[in-house]
């Protein structure tokens, strides 16, 4: 992409001569910047990519079909209910410059592309592929008579008794449809009996029924017991619908599925009882506003014109399926015992140090240590809180939970650190969204155990992920600190790639004592010693070290910044990297999902490459790093450069202050993620993203895989 000379003019910015001043306004314009939900729909892209990609294994292009729909179905729930809500009203038009209806309309024609692809893949490639291996999914039609009458007394014993045919009638309004779950509507011409015939006022010729197939039935019903053949149990129940309603047929039945709003709505302001509050939005969020429509290809206009109509929906929030409703489901054939169509298991290593007879405490007093998951063991840290929970020195243990999960032993730990006496306090993020039940069950069980629970602040988000554990060391009180990027969920953890520092760093266990006063008693800070806090000072002192770059390069000083984020869609940030770019400092961007800003434009971005790392595992660590005239500076921690992250969640990015871990980031993370030439795809300047692949001659390298190298991960953490 190249600018007219009105374009250039209109970024407005002074004489390059003038080395003092280079400021830049950034217009609301598609020509800057990307639409965020865009943005992001182009990284489900990317996950579908790795589904179609033939050289992975059957099961693996399985789970990313599985996930790209699970992908799709939160973005409903959340950003295209939140861009319907807003048609008819007048709002701020998005920093890119399109109105709410200009976006629905685009995703609207980007997704059915990619569902269709996500079809074809599924329908034509990875099930048949699969059935030469063993794992069918076959018609009902297909099964000889013994396998029918088998499963047809499977359906009797097991399915119909908890089936309930719901019609619609005069006297049966249109039920409720609960989001998510999978139905079969059918039309029917029942026979009433003249005695129930002659007390109701009026009878239709047909009326629509709907089944509800309840979500804890096994979607995948195997053929016989232990058997790697299946069929799907709404066409199984559709076999045997006359069982339910002798007038219907099993050609007559239609999948549907609706998508609702669950992005609830608190008034924080006005809660008494944030826990309590929380429940009652949880019960509400069930009769959220239908956002979606999905139906089987089957289905009759007339029959989707029905249910259009009575979810008052409009046409465009429809989607015709040519395959299964709800791919999300196919995850439980993932998890079945076949290592040869799955990836080989990541090797796991434990750094020597936390192999010898020392104390974790012991340990870290000695070093800081810095640990990086999948490719470290969890275990790690929930080593350090039992440890903790066990020692009788220490005397206090201070957490911030986010999403933890619900067989974490995290929690259990705290428990019991609470019964032994020690002061332990949990902040639990109650608004950690699709987490809130799990998290509400955890603080319940966390107060009735007698730990001092709080839910953070009216008004923000507290996604750090802090821990803070003093021990009494002779007449010494020392603070302990794990400062990390992931969540302290060890399920994930095996998942996610994420970063942790353990240090007893003086200053830095100040500010996380304050920062755990200002959670719990909103005691003021305006700014902290070493620790990047959101939102007390953590957007200028990420915007400092681009400055700082800027002025170095129009210096001449070499100028250097890289950050690897989830996202990046602050403005404000973005206006930064311009400027820094087109003063001359080099950018590279790792960002694995949305990504606002318009790289290698000539005269605004030609200095700045994005690209983004999709893979077996999601790439969840946060890293910042500045070249600083020499003197580097590297942080990790919880938050993206999103305005959400800077001002409205509690935020905590730690600096890298030992050279060998700040090395470590630097050459061997960050290294490898710009050398990937596997998993790493290109942005490119029109928004469409190029897969970077191994020139001739050139080695493939996974960075993900390049991690389970043994000698990297922990020699960086040798006490040598």
């Given at each position: 992409?190249?600018?007219?000379a009105?374009?250039?003019?209109?970024?407005?910015?002074?004489?390059?001569?003038?080395k003092?001043?280079?400021?830049?306004?950034l217009?609301?314009s598609?020509?800057?910047?990307?639409?965020?939900?865009?943005?992001?729909i182009?990284?489900?892209?990317?996950?579908l990519?790795?589904a179609?990609?033939?050289?992975?294994?059957?099961?693996e292009?399985?789970?990313?079909?599985?996930?790209?729909?699970?992908?799709?179905?939160?973005?409903?729930?959340?950003?295209?209910?939140g861009?319907?809500?807003?048609?008819?009203?007048?709002?701020?038009?998005s920093?890119d410059?399109?109105?709410?209806?200009?976006?629905?309309k685009?995703?609207?024609?980007?997704?059915?592309?990619?569902?269709?692809?996500?079809?074809?893949?599924?329908?034509?490639?990875?099930?048949?592929?699969?059935?030469?291996?063993?794992?069918?999914?076959?018609?009902?039609?297909?099964?000889?008579?013994?396998?029918?009458?088998?499963?047809?007394?499977?359906?009797k014993s097991?399915?119909?008794?908890?089936?309930t045919?719901?019609?619609?009638?005069?006297?049966?309004?249109?039920?409720?449809?609960?989001?998510?779950?999978?139905?079969?509507?059918?039309?029917?011409?029942?026979?009433v009996?003249?005695?129930?015939?002659?007390?109701?006022y009026?009878?239709?010729?047909?009326?629509?029924?709907?089944?509800?197939?309840?979500?804890?039935?096994?979607?995948?019903?195997?053929?016989?017991?232990?058997?790697t053949?299946?069929?799907?149990?709404?066409?199984?129940?559709?076999?045997?619908?006359?069982?339910l309603?002798?007038?219907?047929?099993?050609?007559?039945?239609h999948?549907?599925?609706?998508?609702?709003?669950?992005?609830?709505?608190?008034?924080?302001?006005?809660?008494?009882?944030?826990?309590?509050?929380?429940?009652?939005?949880?019960?509400?969020?069930?009769f959220?506003?239908?956002?979606?429509?999905?139906?089987?290809?089957?289905?009759?206009?007339?029959?989707?014109?029905?249910l259009?109509?009575?979810?008052?929906?409009?046409?465009?929030?429809?989607?015709?399926?040519?395959?299964?409703?709800?791919?999300?489901?196919?995850?439980?054939?993932?998890?079945?015992?076949r290592?040869?169509?799955?990836?080989?298991?990541?090797?796991v290593?434990?750094?020597?140090?936390?192999?010898?007879?020392?104390?974790?405490?012991d340990?870290i007093?000695?070093?800081?240590?810095?640990l990086?998951?999948?490719?470290?063991?969890?275990?790690?840290?929930?080593?350090f809180?039992?440890?903790?929970?066990?020692?009788?020195?220490?005397?206090a243990?201070?957490?911030?939970?986010?999403?933890?999960?619900?067989d974490s032993?995290?929690?259990?730990?705290l428990?019991?650190?609470?019964?032994?006496?020690?002061?332990v306090?949990?902040?639990?993020?109650?608004?950690?969204r699709?987490?809130e039940?799990?998290?509400?069950?955890?603080?319940?069980?966390?107060?009735?155990?007698?730990?001092?629970?709080?839910?953070?602040?009216?008004?923000l988000?507290?996604?750090?992920?802090?821990?803070?554990?003093?021990?009494?060391?002779?007449?010494?009180?020392?603070?302990?600190?794990?400062?990390?990027?992931g969540n302290?969920?060890?399920e994930?953890?095996?998942?996610?790639?994420?970063?942790?520092?353990?240090?007893?760093?003086e200053?830095i266990g100040?500010?996380?004592?304050?920062?755990?006063?200002?959670?719990?008693?909103?005691?003021?800070?305006?700014?902290?010693?070493?620790l990047?806090?959101?939102?007390?000072?953590?957007r200028?002192?990420?915007?400092?070290?681009?400055?700082?770059?800027?002025?170095?390069a129009?210096?001449?000083?070499?100028?250097?910044i890289?950050?690897?984020?989830?996202?990046?869609?602050?403005?404000?940030?973005?206006?930064?990297?311009?400027?820094?770019?087109?003063?001359?400092?080099?950018?590279?961007?790792?960002?694995?999902?949305?990504?606002?800003?318009?790289?290698?434009?000539?005269?605004?971005?030609?200095?700045?490459n994005?690209?983004?790392?999709?893979?077996?595992?999601?790439?969840?660590s946060?890293?910042?790093?500045?070249?600083n005239?020499?003197?580097?500076?590297?942080?990790?921690g919880?938050?993206?450069?999103?305005?959400?992250?800077?001002d409205?969640?509690?935020?905590?990015?730690?600096?890298?202050q030992?050279?060998?871990?700040?090395q470590?980031?630097?050459?061997?993370?960050?290294?490898?993620?710009l050398?990937?030439?596997?998993?790493?795809?290109?942005?490119?300047?029109?928004?469409?993203?190029?897969?970077?692949?191994?020139?001739?001659?050139?080695?493939?390298f996974?960075?993900?895989?390049?991690?389970?190298?043994y000698?990297?991960?922990?020699?960086?953490?040798s006490n040598?």
């Open positions: 992409m190249t600018f007219t009105r374009q250039i003019q209109s970024i407005e910015r002074h004489d390059a001569d003038d003092s001043t280079f400021p830049l306004r217009p609301r598609s020509e800057f910047l990307f639409n965020r939900e865009l943005s992001l182009e990284f489900f892209r990317r996950v990519d790795e179609l990609d033939r050289t992975q294994p059957l099961l292009r399985l789970k990313f079909l599985s996930i790209f729909s699970s992908n799709l179905d939160e973005f409903f729930m959340i950003r295209v209910s861009l319907k809500e807003e048609l008819g009203y007048e709002v701020e038009v920093p410059g399109m109105m709410p209806a200009e976006q629905l685009e995703i609207r024609v980007r997704l059915l592309e990619m569902i269709d692809v996500q079809m074809r893949c599924l329908r034509e490639d990875v099930l048949p592929k699969l059935a030469k291996h063993g794992i069918e999914i076959v018609s009902y039609d297909s099964l000889a008579d013994k396998e029918r009458q088998s499963l047809r007394e499977y359906f097991k399915i119909y008794p908890i089936l045919p719901q019609a619609v009638d005069p006297s049966h309004p249109f039920p409720y449809i609960s989001g998510s779950s999978l139905n079969l509507g059918l039309m029917v011409k029942p026979k009996n003249r005695r129930v015939a002659r007390a109701l009026k009878i239709h010729d047909t009326i629509f029924m709907r089944i509800k197939i309840p979500p804890f039935a096994k979607r995948f019903v195997p053929v016989k017991k232990d058997s053949k299946f069929v799907l149990i709404e066409e199984l129940i559709a076999a045997n619908v006359q069982l309603v002798p007038e219907a047929k099993p050609e007559a039945c999948l549907f599925r609706i998508t609702r709003d669950a992005d609830i709505e608190l008034r924080e302001a006005e809660a008494e009882d944030l826990l309590e509050m929380m429940e009652q939005n949880l019960r509400q969020r069930r959220g506003d239908a956002v979606r429509l999905e139906v089987s290809k089957t289905m009759p206009d007339k029959m989707i014109n029905y259009t109509e009575s979810l008052e929906l409009i046409n465009e929030d429809v989607y015709v399926i040519d395959g299964p409703i709800t791919v999300k489901d196919f995850m439980d054939l993932y998890k079945l015992n290592p040869d169509l799955k990836d080989k298991p990541l090797r290593h434990r750094a020597p140090i936390f192999n010898s007879d020392k104390s974790v405490f340990i007093k000695h070093q800081d240590v810095l990086h998951h999948p490719y470290m063991p969890y275990s790690i840290v929930t080593d809180i039992r440890e903790a929970t066990e020692d009788p020195d220490v005397l243990i201070k957490m911030c939970l986010y999403r933890t999960g619900a032993p995290i929690p259990p730990l428990i019991e650190a609470s019964e032994r006496g020690k002061q306090t949990v902040l639990i993020e109650l608004k950690a699709f987490d039940e799990n998290n509400i069950e955890w603080a319940k069980r966390l107060e009735r155990a007698g730990v001092h629970v709080i839910y953070g602040l009216l008004g988000k507290t996604h750090c992920k802090t821990t803070l554990i003093v021990r009494r060391e002779g007449d010494v009180l020392r603070r302990y600190m794990h400062l990390a990027t302290y969920n060890p994930t953890s095996a998942v996610y790639t994420d970063l942790g520092l353990l240090t007893v760093d200053e100040a500010d996380a004592t304050e920062l755990f006063n200002f959670l719990t008693a909103y005691s003021e800070r305006d700014d902290f010693r070493k990047l806090v959101a939102p007390i000072n953590l200028e002192r990420m915007l400092e070290p681009i400055g700082r770059e800027t002025a170095n129009r210096e001449g000083k070499p100028a250097r890289i950050a690897k984020v989830n996202r990046l869609a602050d403005t404000e940030i973005i206006r930064a990297l311009y400027e820094a770019s087109q003063a001359g400092a080099k950018i590279d961007l790792i960002a694995r999902g949305i990504c606002m800003l318009r790289p290698n434009v000539p005269l605004l971005s030609e200095n700045i994005v690209r983004s790392i999709v893979g077996r595992l999601l790439e969840h946060r890293i910042y790093y500045f070249a005239d020499g003197a580097e500076e590297v942080y990790i919880s938050s993206d450069w999103m305005p959400r992250n800077l409205r969640r509690v935020e905590v990015i730690t600096p890298i030992d050279f060998r871990l700040k470590y980031l630097k050459d061997e993370v960050l290294g490898a993620y050398s990937d030439n596997v998993k790493a795809r290109q942005l490119m300047p029109d928004g469409s993203y190029k897969r970077i692949s191994a020139v001739d001659g050139e080695t493939p996974n960075s993900q895989l390049a991690f389970q190298n000698s990297n991960v922990v020699r960086f953490n040598e």
